[in-house]
């Protein structure tokens, strides 16, 4: 109890620090929303210096920043100059978007690399082994970006997929069972990318832990106890190899919102990734912080359920 | 009587990853009656960590058995299926290595392990399984017991640790038993206990035993018959009285000799230098020909160069493979 | 004549690290004893009756918590950490395992030679030259320099072991059951190879074992400890003899007594 109460503590700190940095950063940064607006000569000078007042970009940095903190608290996380509204429902709409997806794939990336690893592992050195350690060479070699081109190359060229989006046109109208097989259509390749990029250091991680599990004493003397081989691999084994595999999963979840952004941009998926990089670009200064610090939620409170996890799981972190 | 196990002229080659072949044992044959304690005497690069592996077929993937049987019970294991090589290990046969620590799984609890094993040979239900664990760990913790069932290996001292893993392998009831230096890291009290129990065992439960060690001074007084193993072979077997105490292969005398014992008034001699036997094990990846023993041995013959001696009978129970007793 | 080695009163705690106790451990209680400058010292006593602990502070890896120990006559507890890097190189250790002390990466040459280098002697061609004299001193052959620990046997790795402890041409060195996980064979060549080093460098030895025989054949005086105390020391010879503690009498009982075998003639 007190280590997680350690870690919870130590989470809630690093997210804070993160919020102070974020916000410093980005009002640092050169440029802001009304540069463009400025630049129109049909835009009077007065009616920017007034909108400016208006968001209150002229407060000091301090003052804004608690502000903000005070919004966040009142659940609005601050207001949107492109979409003028609050911030807060515009990232949860996307951030759903993105975790559908990612969550998925993340899902499906686990469901594959495990077994795979752990037959390679129990191959090793052998020609399966090396035909699995090619393939997920060549796969961390390809660009992701390059992955979702070839990917929305295919739908395109094949017209089973559809080109990118979240929902074809007309959705609304369909049926539940019909709208849920749409979004699948639409999921299918974007998980797809995101399987593909993923999958090769997680099936690498999961070899090498495995394959160091195999060599140790206790495993063979569990073989010489006549214990049968599945159950050795995935009672024995698996277990034992769980230490480096159970950060890497907090990596994974960790990595929901903020690893699927290239793919989403790519194939037009309604996400976070296409929401920030937006607002990056046109300087919607509260929607990135927002953006920003919710991607860093879920890193930090990745890593803390792979803290707990890991506590859990291995009795020699426990009575340290 | 039937022999328990009988081992049949049995060659284990390794083959290193340059395709280099290692003659490990090269033509042991070795019998075992029921309610035996043997003990091999090897020191390291003898080839008896091979032996004990070969007996459940754990050999690592680079060695193989090249001829040879090993007959349990009347059939050949070499020969055994999966199935029936998996009802035999820890079943039948149970295999305690050296380094107790290793041995057992660091995240599961002792007795949870245990219970793993009973699960695999005809153990349904998990009350029974858990009676039995327990009842395996009493038998070998006299106090104490509880404690050990529900705590992981980290938390044991090396003595607790061996004592586990020997009640894991005879939670299944096992004939035989093989324990390839059980008692390396532990110092001479919990040695003197460990080898208690083995002998206690052995007599409750009708157990042979096969122990496997490099330090004479286990065996004596402990075991009935004893091998002598010197690069992949054995050079003497017999009572163990007899091959202890009167050594009749040089390799056995030597290995005696080198040993500082403490005489009737518990004293040596100080500062003396102890007798060694000259020179390393050979090199069985290019044996030369003759006896294995012959460039270390005081008492080489010419004839121990150009021919390998076989096995004498000295008597109907002690024999020697040594030119000087003919052959 | 003044011993080497004298400690005084030595006590060592620990505070247990557990969740649930906070208790204190007592590794060493009051220990004292003296060592003879050229001498061997044997201490012995089953697992975790201390040994180890007192061979880390005698050798000033570790502070004790009260006593002195004096050292070639100055008090080596209370001296700060930037002069005990001076005596330290005076006190070696070598370990029971070998392959753990011995770092796998590097060559014979370089592990025997660390130490001179650590402790800034020498140009780089006299280390190299020292470390191979040293090589060929301990029974190994100079073609084995470049070797890797990996490629020596358990009985050369230990002879790589010491040589790479007396590089630094120590006064005092401590064996923690050095010889316990080698052949029978092997340890009586390295028995005598330790007896051969003493007599021609005229090294002191702190010899830890829990193998009774072997300490009464190396050591003129013995200690046994129990529970971090010493309850039985004296001429070997004599404790031997004349055992009175149970700690003893229970070691004694471990120790293979069957009789030498007979040697010469066969039946």
């Known amino acids: 109890m007190r280590y997680a109460f350690r870690r919870f503590l130590h989470s809630v700190f690093l997210l804070f620090g993160v919020s102070v940095l974020t916000f410093l950063f980005t009002t640092l940064a050169p440029g802001n929303y009304f540069d463009e607006m400025r630049l129109n000569p049909q835009i009077a000078p007065e009616t920017v210096t007034a909108l400016r007042a208006q968001y209150e970009l002229d407060c000091p940095l301090p003052v804004r920043y608690l502000r903000w903190v005070a919004s966040v608290a009142r659940g609005e996380m601050g207001f949107s100059f492109a979409y003028n509204s609050p911030v807060a429902p515009l990232l949860w709409v996307r951030a759903r978007n993105t975790l559908l997806l990612s969550l998925t794939a993340t899902f499906f990336a686990w469901c594959i690399a495990l077994p795979l690893g752990i037959w390679s592992a129990e191959r090793l050195g052998r020609t399966p082994d090396h035909v699995v350690t090619s393939a997920t060479a060549v796969l961390l070699v390809i660009p992701d970006l390059a992955l979702a081109l070839g990917l929305l190359l295919l739908a395109v060229r094949s017209g089973w997929f559809p080109p990118g989006g979240m929902v074809s046109v007309g959705f609304a109208s369909l049926p539940w069972p019909r709208k849920l097989l749409d979004i699948a259509v639409h999921m299918a390749l974007p998980v797809t990318a995101l399987v593909l990029s993923a999958i090769p250091l997680l099936i690498r991680h999961v070899r090498a832990a495995v394959a160091e599990v195999l060599e140790t004493g206790f495993m063979r003397a569990a073989q010489g106890q006549g214990i049968p081989r599945r159950r050795l691999l995935y009672r024995y084994a698996l277990p034992a190899a769980a230490n480096p595999l159970i950060s890497l999963f907090g990596f994974s979840l960790g990595a929901l919102l903020s690893g699927s952004l290239l793919v989403e941009v790519v194939m037009s998926w309604p996400g976070l990734g296409p929401l920030l990089l937006e607002a990056i670009l046109a300087r919607d200064l509260y929607v990135v912080i927002g953006g920003v610090l919710l991607s860093t939620l879920f890193l930090v409170g990745g890593n803390f359920v792979a803290d707990l996890l890991l506590y859990w799981a291995d009795p020699r972190i426990r009575t340290e | ?327 | 004549m003044q011993p080497l080695v004298q400690i005084e009163h030595l006590a060592k705690r620990y505070r247990a690290r557990s969740q649930s106790s906070r208790k204190e451990v007592v590794a060493l209680d009051d220990v004292s004893f003296a060592i003879v400058s050229g001498s061997t010292f044997a201490l012995v006593g089953a697992s975790g009756s201390g040994k180890s602990t007192l061979a880390f502070c005698l050798a000033c890896l570790e502070r004790p918590t009260s006593g002195k120990i004096w050292f070639d006559a100055r008090d080596v507890t209370a001296l700060s950490e930037k002069q005990l890097r001076r005596v330290r190189p005076e006190i070696q250790l070598v370990f029971q395992d070998p392959a753990l002390s011995l770092n796998p990466r590097m060559m014979a040459e370089e592990i025997i030679a660390e130490p001179l280098a650590v402790q800034r002697r020498f140009e780089p061609r006299e280390r190299r030259e020292r470390a191979l004299l040293l090589l060929e001193r301990v029974g190994l052959l100079r073609e084995m320099a470049r070797r890797c620990p990996a490629e020596f046997s358990g009985g050369q790795r230990q002879r790589l072991a010491i040589s790479r402890a007396l590089v630094l041409e120590p006064k005092l060195l401590i064996f923690d059951e050095a010889l316990s996980a080698l052949d029978c064979s092997v340890q009586a060549q390295i028995a005598n190879l330790l007896l051969d080093l003493q007599s021609a460098f005229g090294l002191t030895y702190l010899f830890i074992t829990h193998d009774l025989a072997m300490a009464a054949h190396m050591a003129r005086e013995v200690a046994v400890m129990e529970r971090g105390r010493i309850v039985e020391q004296g001429l070997t010879k004599n404790v031997l003899r004349r055992p009175e503690h149970p700690a003893t009498q229970l070691l004694l009982a471990a120790a293979p007594r069957f009789a030498r075998p007979r040697t010469g003639a066969g039946l």
Do not use: W
Not at chain 2, 68 to 93: C, M, P, S, V
Not at chain 2, 264 to 280: C, H, M, Y
């Open chain 2, 1 to 327: 009587m039937e022999p328990l196990l009988d081992i049949r002229d049995l060659q284990i080659e390794y083959q290193s990853s340059i395709g280099e072949l290692c003659r490990a044992l090269d033509g042991v044959s070795l019998s075992l009656r029921p309610r035996e304690i043997l003990g091999i005497l090897g020191e390291s690069g003898s080839g008896k960590s091979t032996l004990a592996a070969s007996l459940l077929r754990l050999l690592p993937p680079n060695g193989f058995v090249r001829q040879g049987q090993i007959l349990f019970e009347g059939k050949d294991l070499l020969l055994a299926d999966r199935a029936e090589l998996e009802r035999i290990r820890g079943g039948r046969i149970s295999l305690i290595f050296q380094e107790p620590g290793v041995a057992l799984h660091p995240t599961l609890r002792i007795g949870r392990q245990i219970e793993e094993v009973l699960r695999a040979h005809d153990s349904p239900d998990a009350a029974s399984r858990r009676e039995r664990s327990q009842d395996a760990l009493s038998s070998v913790f006299s106090s104490d017991a509880e404690r050990i069932y529900s705590s992981y290996p980290h938390q044991l001292s090396g003595g607790q640790r061996q004592r586990a893993v020997i009640a894991q392998a005879i939670a299944c009831r096992p004939s035989l038993l093989v324990a390839d230096e059980p008692t390396a890291s532990l110092d001479p009290a919990t040695q003197s206990e460990i080898l208690l129990l083995f002998r206690q065992f052995k007599e409750q439960l009708g157990l042979s035993l096969i122990l496997i060690t490099h330090n004479p001074g286990l065996l004596a007084g402990f075991a009935d018959r004893v091998a002598v193993l010197y690069a992949g072979e054995i050079v003497e077997l017999g009572p163990a009285d007899a091959v202890l105490q009167q050594p009749q292969h040089p390799y056995t005398r030597a290995l005696l000799q080198c040993m500082p014992l403490l005489d009737a008034n518990n004293g040596t001699e100080l500062d003396s230098r102890l007798p060694v036997i000259a020179g390393d094990p050979p090199d069985l990846s290019a044996p030369a020909g003759g006896c294995r023993f012959a460039p270390r041995c005081p008492e080489r013959m010419e004839i121990c160069t150009m021919r390998e001696p076989v096995a004498v009978q000295l008597n109907d129970t002690h024999q020697v493979s040594c030119f000087k007793y003919g052959g």
